[in-house]
C-alpha cells in the first residue's frame, strides 16, 4: 500500500520529520496498521514533538490556509485559525458513551450500544482520508514519571489538532519512552470528515480505552486528550483503579511566611474558573507579600497518596485551551500575558495590523476589522466580530504565575476543594461543609442560573454535579459512590468549601466586587484548612464569622457582608425544591448518602 511505504520511506541512519520511528510497541503499531486500512491516508506523517516540526506543521498551514501568521512583533510565533461556522463548540447532544448495557452510561449520558456504534463509524471513517495526510500524534497526559501518567495516540488528518496536541499535551518521542511495550495507552482516531453536523459523533469506548470522533475540527470534540481522554476516558479508569478525574482548576496559595496551600476547584461554565486559577491578589496582599500560582486551570487528576493517606493532584494537560470574550488586561492580565506569543486563535477577529481583537478586549472597538468567519466588520455591522466562543491555545509555560509544582510527577497535596455556581439569590458568599460526605452533597447539587443569551429565561437554575456533567464517563450514580469511596483511602481529607461571587441586592446590583478580591474569600477558606479562622454554625454549613473575615480596603460593609451570607428558612426550602430537577433525573438511582444529607437539612431547617 502507498501510505505503508510512505511510513517507511526514513534511511536507517538519518532522522526525517515524519517518519516512523524506530522499535515502535507493536500494540501500536497493529493498530495503526487497521487504521490506516480503513481511512486509506494518501501519506502517514509520525510527530515526534520537537520544535523544528512545529514550525515545519506551521508553515505548512499557512500555505494551506488552515492558519494565518500573525504580526510577528505584536504576537511572536502567533496563529489565527478559523473554524467551519456549524462547528464552534462542544457537540454534547452528538457525544456518546458506549457501553454493552445502558445502565453502564446512565440517565445524564448519550448512549449508544458497544457493536452498533463501532459499525455506525466504521462506515464514516471507510476511506474518509484519501488525498490528505493522517497525523500520527503520541501524547502523555501528566506530568512525566507521575503515577497517574497516561499515554494515548491520536491519529487524525486535520493539521490544525496535530500542532493544538502539541500545545495542549507533553507529545512525541517522549509518550514512546513513556508507553515503552505496553498496550495500555488510549486509542483516539479523528478524521474531519465533511465537517456534516449529521455525520459528527464524538464516542468514548471506555472499556476499549478507546475515543472515536467524527465530523468536528473543533477543540473539545476533537482534541482528543483533553475532555474526552482526560475527563470521559479518565473518569472511567479513575473508578477502577481508585483515582479520580475531575473538571477543576489547582492553584497554590503562598502566605507571608512562606506556608504554601493548594486548593482545587470546581465551576461549571461562566463561574470565573479561569480568572480565579490565575487570581491576582489585590495590593494590600501583594504587600503582605501573598502569592498565588497557578498548576492547572481546567482538569485535577487526584489519588491517595499511601504513605501519607492525604490526597493529592496533578494537571494532566500542558497548555490552556481558553475563552478569550472579556479577557482583557483588568480582568485577567496574566492569561494577556499567557497569550502575548506562541499562541493559536480560533476565530477571533484580525486587525488590519495582523493582530488580533474580541469583545472585550479594549474599551473602543477597533475601526475595522475581518470578523471570525473572514468577513469585513465595522462596529455597526450588528453582529460580534469574535465568535462568543472564540479561544487560545498557549504552553503553559507562557503562564507568569505558573507554580514550581506543576511539572512535579508526585502532583501537590489538595487541603480543600472549592464547588462554585453563578446565583442572584440564597446561595451565600462562602460556606465551608461539615464533612466530606456534606461535601460531597454540596458538589452534587451544584447549580447555576441561565442567562436570557442561553436560553431566553433568565434565572433558571441548572444543575451541574461537581462541574462534570458532560465529562463523567460513566454512570453518575457510581460517580457519586466513587467520591464516598475515595473518602474511605484518606486518613486526612481535604476541607469542601461552596463559593458564590454572583449574589446580587433587590435591584440586581452584584454585592461582592469580585476578581482579585476573591482573595478574601480564599484566606478565609486557608484558614480554615489549617483551622485557624473561626465559624457560625448555620443549617447549610460553617459560614464565616463577620468579625473574622477580612473587609478592609473594600466598598463592603459588615452589613453588606451579612446581606451576601444570608439565607432564609423560605430560601433553602426553594432550594430543595429545585434541586428535584437532579433528584428526577437520577430516577430512584441516588446513592444513600445524598438522600439521607438531604434528609439532614431538611431536619436541620
Not at 47 to 70: K, M, P, T, W, Y
Not at 95 to 116: L, R
Amino acid at each position: 500500500m502507498t501510505q505503508l511505504a510512505d511510513r517507511n520511506s526514513a534511511t536507517a541512519t538519518d532522522h526525517v520529520l515524519g517518519t516512523e520511528p524506530k522499535n515502535l510497541n507493536l500494540f501500536v503499531k497493529a493498530w495503526i496498521d487497521e487504521c490506516v486500512a480503513m481511512c486509506r491516508p494518501d501519506k502517514v506523517f509520525w510527530c515526534d514533538g520537537s520544535r523544528a516540526e512545529a514550525d515545519a506543521l506551521l508553515d505548512q498551514g499557512v500555505r494551506d490556509g488552515v492558519f494565518i501568521r500573525l504580526n510577528p512583533d505584536k504576537l511572536p510565533r502567533s496563529y489565527l485559525h478559523r473554524s467551519n461556522p456549524n462547528d464552534v463548540a462542544r457537540s454534547e447532544h452528538l457525544t456518546f458513551i458506549c457501553t454493552p448495557s445502558q445502565d453502564s452510561a446512565g440517565p445524564t449520558n448519550n448512549w449508544m450500544e458497544t457493536k452498533q456504534a463501532f459499525a455506525k463509524l466504521r462506515e464514516l471513517f471507510n476511506r474518509c482520508m484519501q488525498g490528505r495526510t493522517m497525523y500520527v500524534v503520541p501524547f502523555v497526559m501528566g506530568p512525566i514519571g507521575s503515577p497517574l501518567a497516561r499515554v494515548g495516540v491520536e491519529l487524525t488528518d486535520s493539521l490544525y489538532v496535530a500542532v493544538s496536541m502539541g500545545v495542549m499535551t507533553r507529545m512525541g518521542k517522549i509518550a514512546w519512552e513513556q508507553l515503552g511495550d505496553d498496550d495500555e495507552f488510549t486509542r483516539c482516531l479523528h478524521s474531519l470528515g465533511d465537517v456534516n453536523p449529521d455525520r459528527r459523533y464524538i464516542c468514548h469506548f471506555p472499556r476499549e480505552n478507546t475515543i472515536w470522533s467524527f465530523g468536528s475540527g473543533y477543540g473539545g470534540n476533537a482534541l482528543l486528550g483533553k475532555k474526552c481522554m482526560a475527563l470521559r476516558i479518565a473518569s472511567y479508569l479513575g473508578r477502577q483503579k481508585e483515582w479520580m478525574a475531575e473538571h477543576m482548576l489547582i492553584l497554590g496559595a503562598q502566605a507571608p511566611d512562606g506556608e504554601k496551600t493548594y486548593v482545587t476547584g470546581a465551576f461549571p461554565s461562566s463561574c470565573g474558573k479561569t480568572n480565579f486559577a490565575m487570581l491576582i491578589p489585590p495590593e494590600k496582599y501583594k504587600k503582605e507579600g501573598w502569592k498565588i500560582t497557578t498548576v492547572g486551570d481546567d482538569i485535577a487528576w487526584m489519588w491517595v497518596d499511601p504513605s501519607t493517606g492525604r490526597l493529592r493532584a496533578i494537571n494532566p494537560e500542558a497548555g490552556y485551551f481558553g475563552v478569550v470574550p472579556g479577557t482583557n488586561e483588568k480582568s485577567n492580565p496574566n492569561a494577556m500575558a499567557i497569550m502575548s506569543h506562541d499562541t493559536i486563535y480560533t476565530n477571533v477577529a484580525l486587525l488590519p495590523d495582523g493582530d488580533v481583537w474580541w469583545e472585550g478586549k479594549t474599551k473602543e472597538p477597533p475601526a475595522e476589522a475581518i470578523d471570525w468567519q473572514g468577513q469585513k466588520w465595522t462596529p455597526g455591522f450588528g453582529r460580534k466580530a469574535a465568535h462568543p466562543n472564540s479561544r487560545f491555545t498557549a504552553p503553559m509555560k507562557n503562564n507568569p504565575v505558573l507554580d514550581e509544582n506543576a511539572d512535579d510527577p508526585a502532583g501537590v497535596p489538595v487541603h480543600g476543594i472549592i464547588f462554585g455556581g453563578r446565583r442572584s439569590k440564597v446561595i451565600p458568599l462562602v460556606y465551608q461543609a461539615f464533612n466530606w460526605v456534606h461535601g460531597v452533597y454540596l458538589g452534587a447539587t451544584v447549580g447555576s442560573e441561565t442567562t436570557a443569551a442561553a436560553t431566553g429565561q433568565v434565572g433558571i437554575v441548572r444543575r451541574d454535579p461537581m462541574a462534570m456533567l458532560p465529562f463523567i464517563g460513566y454512570n453518575i450514580r457510581d460517580y457519586l459512590v466513587h467520591w464516598f469511596r475515595m473518602r474511605k483511602k484518606m486518613t486526612d481529607c481535604p476541607r469542601l468549601f461552596h463559593v458564590n461571587w454572583f449574589r446580587q441586592d433587590e435591584i440586581g446590583k452584584y454585592l461582592w466586587p469580585g476578581y482579585g478580591e476573591n482573595m478574601r474569600v480564599l484566606k478565609w477558606i486557608i484558614d480554615r484548612c489549617h483551622g485557624r479562622a473561626y465559624s457560625v454554625e448555620h443549617p447549610i454549613g460553617w459560614m464565616p464569622r463577620v468579625d473574622q473575615f477580612d473587609l478592609e480596603g473594600i466598598d463592603v460593609s459588615a452589613d453588606d457582608f451579612e446581606k451576601m451570607q444570608t439565607v432564609t428558612i423560605d430560601d433553602l426550602k426553594s432550594e430543595l425544591l429545585s434541586q428535584e430537577e437532579l433528584f428526577l433525573k437520577m430516577a430512584g438511582d441516588l446513592p444513600k448518602e445524598i438522600l439521607f444529607q438531604r434528609e439532614l437539612l431538611i431536619a436541620r431547617l
